[in-house]
């Protein structure tokens, strides 16, 4: 079946560094694949979008790769800081379906001052 | 924008009880959707609906009931309430059209954090 994996073990960087989060997809292959970031206790907010003939996509100090050989997708977070810590969640369409997406259970990120 | 809108916030309920989670968006969002989210199982589609009037059940239906009268509104039912349905649950909607990013993303409410007891 369809499955997208997240690195389960929480994050833990210091300020400044870079933090990097696999997202790895297996049985299919999504025509984009979508980072989302969680707060606790609140819902899910759209990041990024990377599409499979991009290779990479910037917006201020988040950077995504889509790797369609290795079927994977990092995210990183350049400069990091405190205000970074929060669950980072990776999302595709289905196939047959890019209106329902496919989850993943999301890497918990923190960064220490 | 108010954007995704969810009521209530918080809910115990006991077991056997029925309850309607609220979930209304203002963004005119053809799709919308249901998630419940537990700890270490991600996020799981409930039900979904297309437009007003078309609902379609996700991975999880089993317990409840949706229906979607206009663009706006989106309510989850609960008939009996179980203890296997304690859970947060999550509203979202989506535009018809791609977003500026070239895909459906999907847009959130701040949740319902419901126990059944």
């Known amino acids: 079946s369809q499955k997208i994996e997240q690195n389960s073990e929480a994050l833990n960087i210091q300020e400044g560094k870079t933090a990097t989060l696999t997202c790895n997809y297996t049985n299919y292959s999504p025509a984009y694949l979508q980072w989302y970031r969680q707060d606790p206790g609140r819902g899910p907010v759209f990041l990024l979008l990377?599409?499979?003939n991009e290779k990479e996509k910037r917006k201020e100090r988040l950077k995504v790769t889509f790797d369609t050989t290795l079927k994977q997708s990092l995210f990183h977070i350049t400069a990091s800081q405190p205000a970074d810590s929060a669950t980072y969640l990776c999302a595709s369409p289905r196939a047959g379906n890019n209106r329902k997406l496919i989850w993943g259970l999301g890497t918990s990120l923190a960064v220490n001052p | 924008n108010a954007g995704v809108t969810q009521t209530p916030k918080f809910r115990i309920l006991k077991i056997g009880q029925s309850m309607t989670l609220q979930c209304t968006q203002d963004?005119?969002?053809?799709?919308m959707y249901w998630y419940r989210q537990d700890p270490g199982m991600g996020l799981k589609l409930i039900y979904y609906?297309?437009?007003?009037?078309?609902?379609d059940k996700g991975e999880v239906p089993n317990g409840y009931n949706v229906s979607r009268s206009t663009t706006e509104d989106f309510p989850l039912r609960l008939e009996l309430a179980a203890p296997s349905q304690t859970s947060v649950y999550f509203c979202?909607?989506?535009?018809?059209?791609?977003?500026?990013?070239?895909?459906?993303?999907?847009?959130f409410g701040p949740g319902t954090r419901l126990t059944v007891l």
């Open positions: 609906s297309v437009g007003a009037g078309i609902t």
């Open positions: 963004m005119n969002h053809n799709y």
């Open positions: 979202a909607s989506s535009p018809q059209s791609p977003g500026t990013s070239g895909g459906y993303e999907q847009f």
């Open positions: 990377i599409r499979e």
